[in-house]
Every structure is written in structure tokens, then in C-alpha cells.
């Protein structure tokens, strides 16, 4: 099973109201080498305002955005790709990283190739460190910049850490 792992920017709270602005996804393997990135152009004439400032975007360049059937087919075929079997979605916030990209799948491609689960990233460390209050973010070593390969890099970069430093039995 090969693990992606992903993060998304968006202009809401929910997917259909409001728009995924653009999301990352690295294939979680030693060197984070494979990665996508789209950017899609909103689908919605709903925004907020400070939703959107975290992507750092202006509503005025997400205007000029990728079609989002576009992006999400280019990413159901970098999926292909880069995974020998199928994929496994994993993200720092499944929650919110999952809904957004499960909807998107669906409704601009028919199809959601990661299928009906996802992982969380929290979740799996809190379970290895016996701790609901610890955080794996200290071992992240890319930055959180809120673009999202990046924060996706660094996300695989903790689960990396987790397989080497704990034994964590992951397929790469």
C-alpha cells in the first residue's frame, strides 16, 4: 500500500459551499521525491475572507486558477503513476484534508481512487507515544508555510520519522 500524504488550502469550512484552493500530495517514501500540486479555480461564489488569507492567494488570482476537473484528473493519474498498488490518503487533519478532496474526486471524476478511508497523522502518534496530548509536529523539519506540498512534506517527513525512530512497519 503506498501512503500519500496530503494537505489542502481552501476558502471554507465545507466542500460544494465553499472551494478547495489548492492542495499537495508527496508520495511517502525516503526522499519525498514524487509530489503534486494543483491549484483550482473556485467553484463556488462563496468565500471567506480569512479562510482564504491562509493560502495566501487573493480571490482575484484563484479566479485564474486550473479547472478543478482538470487538476483532479492529473492527480488521479499522478496517482497511477507513483503507486505500485493502492493508494492510502493520510494527512495531519483527515478531517477537513479528506472531506475536501473525497468530494472533489467524486464529483469532477466519478471516482475517489484512495476508496472510502483515510488515516490520521495526530492520531497514529498519540496512539505510539501512549499520549492524547502530545503532538507529532515537532518532527516535521520542512517548515509550515501553508502552502501545501510543503506542509505535506513536512507531514511525511514526521511519518518517516515515526517509522525509523519507533519501527513503525510502513511498505515504502
Given at each position: 500500500m503506498a501512503y500519500i500524504m496530503v494537505d489542502?488550502?481552501?476558502?471554507?469550512?465545507?466542500?460544494?459551499?465553499y472551494s478547495m484552493i489548492s492542495f499537495g500530495?508527496?508520495?511517502?517514501?525516503?526522499?519525498l521525491k514524487e509530489t503534486f500540486y494543483g491549484q483550482l479555480k473556485p467553484i463556488s461564489e462563496n468565500y471567506i475572507p480569512e479562510a482564504l488569507a491562509v493560502s495566501g492567494?487573493?480571490?482575484?488570482?484563484?479566479?485564474?486558477?486550473d479547472d478543478p476537473a482538470k487538476v483532479m484528473n492529473?492527480?488521479?493519474?499522478?496517482?497511477?503513476?507513483?503507486?505500485?498498488?493502492?493508494?492510502?490518503?493520510?494527512?495531519?487533519?483527515?478531517?477537513?484534508?479528506?472531506?475536501?478532496?473525497?468530494?472533489?474526486?467524486?464529483?469532477?471524476?466519478?471516482?475517489?481512487?484512495f476508496g472510502f478511508s483515510s488515516q490520521n497523522?495526530?492520531?497514529?502518534?498519540?496512539?505510539?507515544?501512549?499520549?492524547?496530548?502530545?503532538?507529532?509536529?515537532h518532527l516535521r523539519q520542512t517548515s509550515h508555510t501553508h502552502?501545501?506540498?510543503d506542509d505535506a512534506k513536512?507531514?511525511?517527513?514526521?511519518?518517516?520519522?515515526?517509522?525509523?525512530e519507533y519501527g513503525l512497519k510502513i511498505k515504502l
Open positions: 489542502i488550502e481552501s476558502d471554507g469550512p465545507i466542500p460544494g459551499d500530495a508527496v508520495l511517502v517514501q525516503d526522499g492567494h487573493t480571490r482575484e488570482e484563484t479566479l485564474n486558477f492529473d492527480f488521479a493519474a499522478w496517482l497511477k503513476r507513483v503507486c505500485h498498488d493502492k493508494p492510502h490518503f493520510i494527512s495531519d487533519n483527515n478531517g477537513f484534508d479528506w472531506m475536501f478532496i473525497c468530494w472533489y474526486f467524486h464529483h469532477f471524476t466519478g471516482d475517489n481512487p497523522l495526530g492520531s497514529l502518534y498519540k496512539g505510539i507515544v501512549k499520549d492524547m496530548f502530545q503532538n507529532f509536529k502552502h501545501p506540498v513536512g507531514n511525511a517527513e514526521a511519518l518517516l520519522t515515526l517509522k525509523h
